[in-house]
Each structure stands twice: as C-alpha cells, then as structure tokens.
C-alpha cells in the first residue's frame, strides 16, 4: 500500500512539503516554509508540523524539485529527521546549503541530480524531470512506486524562450502518460489565470523603457531567488553602461551562487560593491536590492528611509518593484512605496508597467500538463482551497470525453491518500500544523527559537502597547506591557524596566520610523525581546501593538 501525506502546502500558499510510504520507506518531497505578514505576529517563518513523521520513524531520503524558500526554506528543520541523501540539482543545492550551515547542520549528503536521471530509495525509483520556472534548474518528480508511477509537477510554467536554453521536458512527461501514470500531483497556483504565463523573457521590454527614460540611479527590488531577472538586469545593465550592485544580504549571497554555478553571467569590471555605489555617478547605477515585500529590515525599507549605509535614492531615481506582492504584504509595500515617493524618486510596479511575470502556469498550461500526464488520480497542490477546486473543475473539462475520466482527490494537508488494489482514496487524518519559527536577527549561529504551542505555553506572550502620535511621531502617554502566561518573581520591577525601554526605543527611532506601523513594530520587537531574554533568560512571544492617535 502507497500512503501519501502532503504536509504543507494545501489549502495554503507556501510550506510545501509530501512525504510518500511504502512499507518501511518513507521520503518526503520538498520542505519549505511560508512567511507571516510581515507586522503580524513575533515570528519571522512558519513550518509544517513534522510530527507525522517523527511517527513515521526517520525518512530515508528528501528530494527537492527547485530553490524557492516555499520549498527549501525549512530543509534545515527537516533534515534532522532524514536518515539518508538530500538529493536536489545542483543549484536547489547550492542555495540549500548556506541554510544547513546556519544551522550547524554537518554531515548532511547532499546529491546533486539531473534531469532524466533517476535515484533508487528502497522501494521507489525517483526520476527528474526539466520543468522550467522563474528561477534556473527546476525539475518534477516521476516517482516509481510498485502501486505505479507518481508524479509530481514541483512548480511550472511552460517557458518557450528559457533565458538558459533549458527547456520544458515535454517529451518525458508524455511518453509518461503513455506509459501510463497512477497519480499527478500538479501546482494550483495560477489555475485563475486563462491563457498562458508567458516567458521570463517578456519583461524585458519594459525594462529597455526604463532604462532608456531613467536619469538618476536605479534601483530594482526583486526577490533574492528570481536568477532570470538577474541575468535580464545585468544585460541591460551592460547595454546601458550602468555598474550593476547587489544589495542586500539575500541578493548578495544568491548571485554568488548563480555565478559560482554559471546561471549568471556578468561581463568583466561590471559588478561594483554596494559601498563602492557612492563613488559612481548616479546615472552610471543600478541596485539589484531586496525587499520587494516590504519587509521591514529589507535593503529596499532601509534606502527608502535615508537609513540605508550606502543606498541614497532621491529626486531622479527610479526605483522598480518587480515582484508580485504576497497576499497580506500589499500595505507593506505600499508604505515603502510611500518612502520612497516622498524623497521624490519614480516608483515603478506591477501595475504601472509589466515589470514582473508569474512564474506558475496559468489555466492552459495546466490543462496541457494534465492532457500530456493523462493520470489515473489527480490531486491538485500547490494552492489554497479555492486553487485546488478550480484546478479540479478545469480536470473535469479536460477529460469530459475520456472513459474512465481520471478520479480527482481534493485533499487537504494531512489527508492519508492511499494507493493499493482497490484504488485510491482519503482515508484518515495525519497530525498537521504549523510550527512558527523565531530567528534571532543577532546572527548568532544556532540561537533560534522554536516557537511551538508548548514553548507559548512556557515562556508567555507579551504585548507592549505603544501609543504614537500620527503627525509628530511623539510618544503619548507611558508605553504599557500587557502579560499572558509570563509570571516571574519581580515581573512588576521587570515590566517596568521593558515598559522605560519602549519610551527610549521610539524616541530614538527616526520620524519616519515612528510613524510607520512596520518599522517601530519590528524595532520594538527586536528590543524587547533582547531585553527578556538577557533579563529573565526567557523568550516570550512579542506582539507590539501600535496605537496610531
Ligand atoms: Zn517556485
Ligand atoms: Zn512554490
């Protein structure tokens, strides 16, 4: 019997994570995290629950399809419970590897794969296929199982024109379908979209416009991950005459590793350092910066509040988000936006010019995979519940006419779909959840927090309420720190220090620090949580309130 449990990722965007069973064998496909909002809550990631495998005893292999945190971010949490290979293709590797690091994960094998190759794991035979995305060296998953072959889309879109020359593997997926496939599990996520996605390559166009209007410097906002648009950048760059930076952490780290790996190319003397910008004429730069989402201690937030150490943007700037916003990230980014407005530079984005392109297959491209896999079950992922049943609707028309039309399984995370000779079906419920992750943004290395329901059970909540004049940024009234869960001897003296530390925080935050919502609450976050932890050796949740009057 073929058990198959997706652990993430279903009914929700992000945190995608499948573990398969047969027998004693289990392998989990992918790991990832999803991000809060960011002004939400104290954390900075959330994860699947694992306790289902724990149950399961450790996981003989993790296999990955692609390097988007939404599906690597939470490798490092999930390898403690694989007793065997991480296997990835060289790029999904390279960005898991820093991660591993971080985390003083030793020992850990990493093995790099191909397409068209294939990995034995007991009783499963894991075969890559070339899917293309918004990023390099995405594949899927053909997993040979004795029940039959499972496949497993990863994310996908049909690029024609792949920037690499890497393309869409559809010769494999068909003569699969020919050969005949037990069940597919395909990406949801664009399923609202019609037509088709388009290629990386169709922003383009629309940068050669800014490039060619742009006085001043130019500033990018991207996500770290998006290596295409990278590479479309620097070109540009280069047809221009601009020196290309990298800004911020993620930026920086993740061009090394395309270019380390060859999936970027820059041309000789281009690429300066983020503090070397200063020394270039304006018009002579662009920032390839973090931040696209708002985060508040992204590059892109810190520039946009003169608060940057070497970024400046003002009057003549232009400055592009090219990126779509997550769901819940809108007034984030539209406060950075505001920012970046007020020192007068040009704000570009997705609804101004088409600066960003999906990188997830709309509704044809979707029917076509369904069409060349031609499943006898289809479970749709990737995608919240309203995705996954559009995706089943659109199935149904696609099969109208074919006898027997494939079964769809609309399943939620920690369904129990089994495979056996009766055929397929739900039947029961695995424990599944979330774990919310709280990095310390000290940088010291393995001081992280997990932050389950019991760790909120031990160390309490704690509100600091904080009430901000809205025009002068002024403090009102005394900062008050409301407690759940969190009794300590002399917790009166404490909160009164953490509540005097609050009124210290804002009045040395800047003006636009303190009347933006984001900002002060992040800053407050990290203070207060400093202040516990040294003071009490405890690590409360933090949830600042704001009170704009
Ligand atoms: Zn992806
Ligand atoms: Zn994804």
């Not at 629309?206 to 950048?233: H, N």
């Not at 601009?242 to 790996?261: D, H, P």
């Not at 040009?346 to 044809?364: N, T, Y």
Request: proline fraction near 5%; include cysteine; charge should be negative.
């Amino acid at each position: 019997m073929l058990e198959i449990v997706p652990l993430g990722g279903l009914g929700e965007f992000g945190m995608n994570m499948l573990a398969l069973t047969w027998g004693e064998t289990t392998i989990v496909v992918d790991a990832g995290v999803m991000f809060p909002d960011p002004e939400l809550l104290g954390v900075d990631r959330i994860i699947p629950d694992l306790t289902y495998l724990q149950h399961k005893g450790r996981a003989a292999a993790l296999v990955l399809t692609h390097g988007h945190e939404d599906h690597i971010g939470g490798v490092a949490h999930a390898v403690p419970l694989v007793d065997g290979p991480v296997y990835g293709t060289p790029l999904t590797l390279a960005l898991v590897a820093p991660k591993l690091e971080e985390h003083g994960i030793e020992h850990t094998q990493l093995v790099p794969v191909r397409p068209r190759e294939r990995v034995a794991v007991g009783p499963f035979s894991i075969e890559f296929i070339r899917v293309t995305h918004s990023m390099p060296d995405c594949v899927a998953l053909a997993i040979h199982t004795p029940a039959g072959v499972i496949v497993h889309t990863g994310d996908f879109k049909i690029d024609q024109t792949p920037i690499d020359g890497e393309h869409f593997d559809v010769h494999r997926f068909a003569a699969l379908g020919t050969e005949g496939v037990l069940a597919l599990f395909a990406d949801s996520t664009n399923i609202d979209r019609r037509g088709f996605t388009g290629s990386e390559l169709e922003v383009v166009e629309a940068f050669e416009e800014i490039f060619t209007s742009a006085r001043g410097k130019l500033i990018v906002a991207a996500f770290a991950s998006s290596i295409y648009r990278m590479q479309i950048l620097v070109d540009l760059a280069a047809q221009f005459d601009r020196k290309i930076a990298f800004v911020g952490r993620g930026m920086m780290q993740n061009s090394e590793i395309a270019l380390r790996l060859g999936h970027l190319r820059i041309p000789a003397g281009m690429q300066i350092r983020d503090s070397e910008i200063g020394g270039y004429p304006a018009q002579d730069v662009l920032c390839l910066s973090t931040g696209s989402q708002g985060e508040p201690a992204s590059a892109l937030s810190r520039i946009a509040i003169d608060d940057h150490r070497h970024v400046k943007v003002g009057e003549d700037d232009t400055v592009v988000i090219s990126a779509r916003a997550i769901p819940g990230n809108e007034k984030a980014i539209g406060r950075v936006i505001n920012h970046l407005a007020r020192r007068g530079a040009d704000v570009i984005h997705e609804g101004i010019k088409h600066v960003h392109v999906s990188g997830h297959g709309s509704e044809e491209e979707l029917k076509l995979m369904l069409s060349l896999v031609k499943p006898r079950f289809f479970i749709p992922v990737h995608g919240e519940y309203r995705q996954l049943s559009q995706h089943a609707r659109v199935a149904r028309r696609v099969f109208a006419g074919a006898n027997p039309p494939p079964e769809i399984l609309l399943a939620e995370n920690g369904d129990v779909i089994v495979f056996d000779e009766a055929g397929g079906r739900i039947s029961g419920k695995a424990p599944v959840g979330r774990i919310l992750i709280d990095d310390t943004r000290t940088g010291e290395v393995g001081d992280e927090v997990l932050r389950d329901r019991r760790h909120l059970a031990e160390d309490g909540l704690v509100v600091p309420v904080v009430a901000i004049n809205k025009q002068t940024g002024a403090l009102e009234g005394v900062p008050d720190i409301i407690t759940r869960g969190f009794v300590m001897e002399d917790s009166q003296a404490l909160l009164a220090d953490g509540a005097r530390l609050l009124g210290e925080v804002v009045a040395q935050a800047s003006l636009e620090e303190r009347t933006d919502q984001g900002l002060i609450k992040e800053k407050l976050r990290i203070e207060l949580r400093r202040f516990f932890r040294k003071r009490s050796g405890r690590r409360p949740f933090v949830l600042p309130v704001i009170m704009e009057i």
